[in-house]
């Protein structure tokens, strides 16, 4: 029942996720105020995301998934009786993203309280590919046909409003969650209550260095999304709903990524698990950035004559090889995402789990957020590709200075936490 309430509310936020950053794009014609708008749709995780991840480690979860859900159903329906101009784009973006702070962060933190710790890196990928199924149907199909088949933004609103009832209805049945004995989870910890995540975060070498990596990943997407449109009708030459399905083999990644990461996350040291993935994410981001200068390059040797021959409408070799790139950039992404959550959810105490998740989140948004709009400014400037190459060359820089030798018995050390009493 966790993954129905996951699948069918990821669904409807990934559709109305793109479908605000087309409807800004069509009503302003510029990438920074689309970068804008995914800025909005990630800065409540600062502020928002560690209130609902202290909710969540400290309210019942199921009930605060259902409130969750219920409130991002109430925002469809009050967009669907609003004006439908540009500032209303931006406010339904930072509700939807407010309210769904509290439930995914309860959502997180009931995962590793019904999964046992050997199944926890299966569990994590099981999650990411019901994420990337969500995001297949939410970008691929739901967004494209309400919104070019249907011409409707408020029929799109409305079948997401009856997704996200759905997922809260389901979120009442899952399993029974069980409660940590206290000597497992060490006690209550001291302090400010919205510090409680970042010390269970430090508390432990492993566990910050993989929230780290999972924050560069976070941020990259993060970027992207507000670059990605940009580089589908300005790069690809391709309508933007219709050149999201180019996306598609990134998903096929993913779901290739999660059956090995899951199989290696406790059979590979995680810091080469993860090594390896940032370095296949990186390399395939800077191939995808130039695939039509690669192209053009290879269309020119006997074996790939074949890149030279694709005409179909604006779909050339260029297009056709950004979709074949992808699909390492998808599985690249899955190994780093699967590697690090696993490690999160292995060594940080159950009644930490929601303060730890959000704060992570919370350094994703921080992270990006002057980022975001810069890259936004910056390919109005001199365009997407050069934006999107710095990208990839950035987070190689960064991933690189967070590799730290490891102290010699650190991976199978449980986790730091307070005295028990």
């Known amino acids: 029942m966790l993954s129905y309430t996951r699948f069918f509310s990821r669904i409807a936020q990934n559709a109305l996720n793109f479908a605000l950053v087309l409807l800004i794009t069509q009503e302003t014609d510029r990438v920074f105020l689309s970068s804008l708008l995914v800025l909005a749709l990630v800065v409540p995780s600062t502020v928002a995301g560690i209130v609902a991840g202290t909710a969540a480690d400290v309210l019942p979860k199921r009930p605060l998934v259902l409130l969750g859900d219920l409130a991002r159903a109430a925002v469809c329906v009050w967009f669907i ?3 439908g101009d540009a500032a209303t784009y931006y406010l339904v973006a930072i509700a939807l993203s407010t309210f769904g702070q509290f439930a995914t962060n309860a959502e997180g933190a009931i995962m590793p309280s019904i999964v046992e710790k050997p199944d926890l890196a299966r569990a994590n990928a099981l999650n990411q590919a019901i994420g990337g199924a969500a995001q297949v149907i939410g970008l691929g199909v739901l967004t494209p046909v309400m919104l070019r088949v249907f011409d409707n933004p408020d029929a799109l609103f409305l079948v997401c409003a009856a997704l996200f009832s759905v997922a809260g209805v389901q979120a009442l049945f899952i399993g029974r969650i069980k409660h940590p004995a206290r000597a497992e989870v060490g006690g209550e910890p001291q302090g400010h209550w919205w510090l409680a995540g970042w010390r269970a975060l430090r508390g432990d070498h492993l566990v910050f260095h993989a929230a780290v990596e999972l924050t560069l990943i976070s941020t990259a997407l993060i970027i992207l999304g507000g670059l990605i449109p940009s580089y589908i009708s300005d790069v690809l030459d391709m309508p933007v709903d219709i050149g999201a399905l180019l996306l598609t083999p990134a998903a096929v990644g993913v779901v290739l990524g999660l059956r090995v990461a899951g199989f290696l996350a406790h059979r590979v040291p995680h810091a080469a698990l993860s090594s390896l993935g940032f370095t ?9 950035t130039f695939a039509n200068q690669e192209a053009e390059f290879l269309g020119g040797y006997g074996a790939f004559w074949w890149l030279d021959s694709v005409s179909v409408g604006s779909f050339d070799g260029g297009a056709l090889l950004a979709l074949i790139l992808v699909f390492p950039l998808g599985f690249a992404f899955a190994v780093v995402s699967v590697a690090g959550q696993t490690v999160l959810n292995d060594r940080i105490p159950l009644h ?3 303060r730890a998740g959000s704060t992570q989140a919370a350094m994703a948004a921080v992270a990006s957020s ?3 709009l810069a890259a936004g400014a910056l390919a109005d400037l001199v365009g997407v590709i050069w934006v999107m ?3 990839s060359a950035g987070i190689g820089v960064v991933a690189l200075s967070n590799i730290r030798p490891q102290k010699h018995g650190d991976e199978g050390a ?3 936490g307070p005295a028990v009493r």
């Open 81 to 83: 009786r609003g004006s």
């Open 280 to 288: 296949g994410f990186v390399v395939s981001l800077a191939l995808v």
């Open 352 to 354: 930490l789990q929601g």
């Open 370 to 372: 002057l980022p975001v």
């Open 389 to 391: 190459a710095l990208l």
């Open 414 to 416: 449980p986790a730091r």
